[in-house]
């Protein structure tokens, strides 16, 4: 079936760095655009970046640009997230979301930006 | 503007209808996409395109949208429609996406 599955999260010291993954399974990878979003504790949805299918464009929430940067590997069915420069305001569970509709979640991974 | 608002809670009766509404700028320009969640949970797709239901979404689900204001209507609410219920839409840019506040049904 159509799944995602997120990974690398953990607890990280503020300004240190993290890379989540994402591997994907059962369609297509190559060909859809793909979302992270992030939900802070008790904390509604926020949109973080998207992909395109082809890893030629790039869109960043203003409150990771500069910090974030989202990357794929199609021959891996895999999504990157990077993020530098963390600060505890980043704490959240972090999804990826198939497609421009988000039809398709990951179950997320947490980042814990703490000292 | 880059935000929609939602109201952050709404009540129904058992088997009532209920409407959760979304307001933006955008939404004049993009279509509503909708999303259930449940505690502990990921976040459900549940209406896309103003209309469409995925697979699997029982029909008491449906949308609207007229001017700036995107509505889901869920007909005969079951107990386990009880949920937070979050829009989202591009902003005005094309290049970004937004979420509401997100609403908190409770059936009671």
């Known amino acids: 079936q159509v799944q995602l599955v997120e990974s690398g999260g953990g607890v990280v010291q503020p300004g240190r760095s993290l890379r989540l993954s994402c591997a994907a399974s059962?369609?297509?990878?190559?060909?859809?655009?793909i979302h992270w979003v992030r939900q802070a504790p008790g904390k509604g949805l926020e949109w973080v970046a998207l992909?395109?299918?082809?890893?030629?464009?790039?869109y960043y929430a203003d409150s990771v640009k500069g910090r974030f940067t989202v990357s794929r590997d199609n021959s891996k069915n895999t999504l990157y997230l990077q993020m530098n420069s963390l600060r505890a305001e980043d704490t959240a569970v972090y999804y990826c979301?198939?497609?421009?509709?988000?039809?398709?979640w990951g179950q997320g991974t947490t980042v814990t930006v703490s000292s | 503007s880059s935000e929609l608002t939602q109201d952050p809670a709404v009540s129904v009766a058992l088997g009532q209808t209920v409407r959760i509404t979304c307001q933006g700028d955008?939404?004049?320009?993009?279509?509503a996409t909708w999303y259930q969640q449940k505690p502990g949970q990921a976040p459900l797709l549940v209406l896309h395109?103003?209309?469409n239901r995925p697979s699997g979404i029982p029909d008491r689900f449906s949308g609207s949208s007229s001017g700036n204001t995107a509505s889901l209507t869920i007909a005969g609410a079951q107990a386990e429609d009880e949920a937070d219920y979050y829009c989202?839409?591009?902003?005005?840019?094309?290049?970004?996406?937004?979420f509401g506040g997100g609403t908190k049904l409770t059936v009671l």
């Open positions: 979301a198939k497609d421009h509709i988000m039809d398709v």
């Open positions: 059962g369609f297509t990878f190559s060909t859809y655009g």
């Open positions: 992909i395109s299918f082809d890893g030629r464009i790039e």
């Open positions: 955008s939404l004049r320009s993009y279509y």
């Open positions: 395109g103003e209309t």
């Open positions: 989202n839409s591009r902003d005005s840019s094309g290049n970004h996406w937004v």
